[in-house]
């Protein structure tokens, strides 16, 4: 006997998709909207065509942009993951430390962005700055806010100090997941750290770090808040990423069209290493079930 179906359920959802719709089509296609048009103010557009693209394509500062924020995603990821693994390794297991050391790692991850910024611009200021003011007692010559390596370290050591966590909390996940028996063959065939780390840990953790690898790759690409609040982009244009490069075409030159083109740029990049992220993880899952 055939059965009827019932499609009321999608009602349940309608209130979902409206507030999607509002809440991120909406503003997408507006975006898209001005990035093929011109503006003189008064609300009133002309038609430009792919030339805002053209120009952001072969605009040299969106390439020093796009350099600088490679630069420091690589150099974050380089830092995070094994710093990540490192903590995770010598976590304890189980008990009560077990319990204390997952609280103190999760506290860096619920401090909002423009928190952790003004700490550590107040942190590293050197007249008032326990950092800043130890440094210059100690006789170097820091100051983020005039030397561009200084500004680098400073904006590299926050997000390291932010975000590390994520990095020690997902891999610890991962190695909670490995059986007991995998360390009970390995001491049976007399392993080594090393070896065991190699052959047992490290491979049951791919998956995990991959996810961690994809997030602290979003994160750090489209960092903003954290380097606008301590440098401010400066000194110079020195850690002027492309998130704040962004907010300067957009909202400090009003620049429209150029700064919806940059930002649907932007926006691909980004899918698409996620859409090489996720594939490379479902390939990963297939083989294991294999």
Not at 107 to 134: A, C, E, K, M, Y
Not at 177 to 199: H, N, T, W
Not at 200 to 224: C, H, N, T, W
Request: net charge negative; glycine share 6%.
């Amino acid at each position: 006997m055939d059965k009827t179906l019932n499609n009321k359920a999608w009602f349940l959802v309608l209130p979902v998709l409206v507030l999607v719709a509002f809440s991120a089509v909406v503003p997408l296609m507006t975006v898209v909207n001005y990035s093929v048009q011109d503006t003189f103010g008064n609300n009133v557009f002309f038609w430009a065509g792919l030339e805002w693209f053209q120009e952001m394509i072969t605009s040299d500062r969106l390439h020093e942009a796009l350099w600088r924020q490679m630069l420091f995603s690589v150099i974050i990821l380089v830092i995070e993951v094994p710093l990540g693994i490192f903590v995770a390794l010598n976590m304890p297991k189980r008990g009560f430390w077990s319990s204390v050391c997952l609280v103190l790692m999760a506290l860096p991850l619920l401090i909002p962005f423009n928190v952790v910024g003004t700490i550590w611009q107040i942190f590293s200021r050197v007249d008032i700055g326990l950092l800043g003011h130890t440094l210059a007692a100690l006789g170097v010559d820091y100051n983020y806010t005039s030397d561009a390596i200084d500004a680098w370290a400073t904006v590299i050591v926050m997000d390291v100090w932010h975000w590390t966590s994520l990095v020690a909390l997902l891999s610890y996940a991962g190695l909670q997941s490995i059986p007991e028996a995998y360390y009970q063959a390995a001491k049976i065939d007399q392993a080594g750290r090393l070896a065991v780390f190699r052959y047992i840990e490290l491979p049951k953790m791919q998956g995990v770090l991959l996810i961690a690898i994809l997030l602290r790759f979003m994160d750090s690409f489209m960092i903003y808040t954290e380097p606008f609040v301590v440098t401010g982009g400066g000194p110079g244009n020195a850690t002027t990423f492309l998130s704040i490069d962004l907010v300067k075409m957009a909202i400090g030159q009003f620049d429209l069209g150029p700064a919806a083109a940059f930002s649907l740029m932007y926006f691909l990049v980004i899918l698409l290493v996620s859409w090489v992220f996720y594939t490379v993880m479902t390939n990963l899952d297939r083989e294991e079930v294999k």
